[in-house]
């Protein structure tokens, strides 16, 4: 009763705001199983992500417990008057608001299983196919319950993010990168099948088969043609244990020259290259030891001084072998006959080892020290940049070694992937080069005094960053991309704008969805243009 009385207040809010036309006794009638919230509480979780930078405040919150509750409530958009808005938010671990929405609806994909909340179902566990290695995870689960699911079943996916707290259904309407992609591709390229909910509150199944276009479209497609629900994630047998190096460089031609030749044995026998490949630019003498680079002995600090480093930059080269206890007589033999081949500082070889789980949920210990000390609920003006292999070292000259100065408030991440681990054929955009670097500056402000660090020297720092790329010709694509108008988006997409609008059309034919990208206006009967820029 208290559930009903609630969705029904909600939905009676729904009415006098954007006209809805259905009734609360018919929306009611229409079965959801979730909870359709109003409550503060949930009202201000959805108005924020990540990002901390814009805030925008919803209608109300749902709470699914089925994709059927999530159809639902976009068929209940898509049919009303006026119409609404609809927005699904995973961990809420955008930058930008991408995942807000204002005068529209929520959707709490992640969270709703262990919620407690009042509601007669909940989103499905993870179920594990060992026989034919795929897993089918309901869209707003976190990849660390994926993990801790295909584990048991001596599985893990092929390719991560490096930070397991985001939600299935978020990375995938990116792409999903981190070390492996160089030789699994990003997490886009290791799905077998999504069920998706369409802008119209269709519940489609796609695949290669099956709905294809749709299939491609939602991969990386910034949630614009529907709602994620489930995916079918290839898995592969788990190691144990991962053997965990890094080395640095003063120079920055042999550091991506390394970079490159290690990426370019991806066909090579898994005893023959190394299963992750990353790297980060060290410009600040405090965060050599930093949060993201923690790998480091607090008791034997590095210090770039000591290792002549170029204009005062350092760039560490991080890579990974993964084993397993019955082959541990055999992992020092292939790291040191992959070692010998690069040309880093002799001096500056860092080892670990620990367990395969452990080295993939890093960056959460990481998280928690900083939320400790109330360092993680603050701003963050990211900026994810891919750069073609080409114009790289323009950019480590005109950025690196120029606009950051020898300041950066947080970790910067540089390492190459091969397109043709890409799929042409989904919705991201990259570099027109065989080989691209993801350059990623993972920056926080803090309202400490230091000009350096404050909101608006990072987001003037930004501004410089993608101007500099402009003026030099550096054909950036922006990764998690903002943009505030369609012209923007357009030159984004190139080649891709045409059937990305198509796309746009047949599955989201009123833009209703994940409107807080900023890429198309909500199109209503009552609009006056189907096509208007924000």
Sequence with gaps: MATKLLLTFAIC???VTVGLTLDPAELLRLGVDGQLSVDPSDVETASLDFGLLIRTEPLAVLHPASARDVAKLVKAAYGSNHGFTVSARGHGHSINGQAQTTNGVVIQMSGSRGSGRMASGKPPQPRVWARESYVDVWGGELWIDVLRSTLGYGLA???WTDYLYLSVGGTLSNAGISGQAFNHGPQISNVYELDVVTGKGELLTCSEEQNPELFQAVLGGLGQFGIITRARISLE????RVRWIRVLYSNFSAFTTDQEYLISLQGKPTSQKFDYIEGFVIV?????????????SPRNPVKISSLGA???????????????????????QEVESLLKKLNFIPTSVFTTDLLYVDFLDRVHKAELKLRSKGLWEVPHPWLNLFVPK??????????????LGNKTSGPILIYPMNKNKWDPRSSVVTPDEDVFYLVALLRS????????????????QNRRILRFCDDAGIKVKQYLPHYTTQEEWMDHFGDKWDRFHQMKMEFDPRHI???????FRPSFPSSSSNMASW
Excluded: M
């Design 284 to 296: 600040d003498e405090g965060l050599i030891n930093n949060w993201r680079s923690s790998f480091f």
């Design 237 to 240: 047998p788990a190691p144990q």
């Design 390 to 403: 080409s114009k790289i070292a323009d950019f480590d000259k005109g950025v690196f070694k120029g606009i």
């Design 310 to 332: 170029n204009g005062g930059v350092l760039y560490c080269l991080e890579i990974t072998k993964n084993y397993h206890e019955s082959t541990a007589d055999t992992i020092d």
């Design 513 to 519: 969805l994940a409107t807080g990208q900023q890429i």
């Design 13 to 15: 809010r729904l009415i």
């Design 157 to 159: 996916p092929k390719s």
């Design 445 to 460: 402000a803090l309202d400490n005094g230091e000009e350096t660090r404050s909101l608006e020297c990072l987001t003037d």
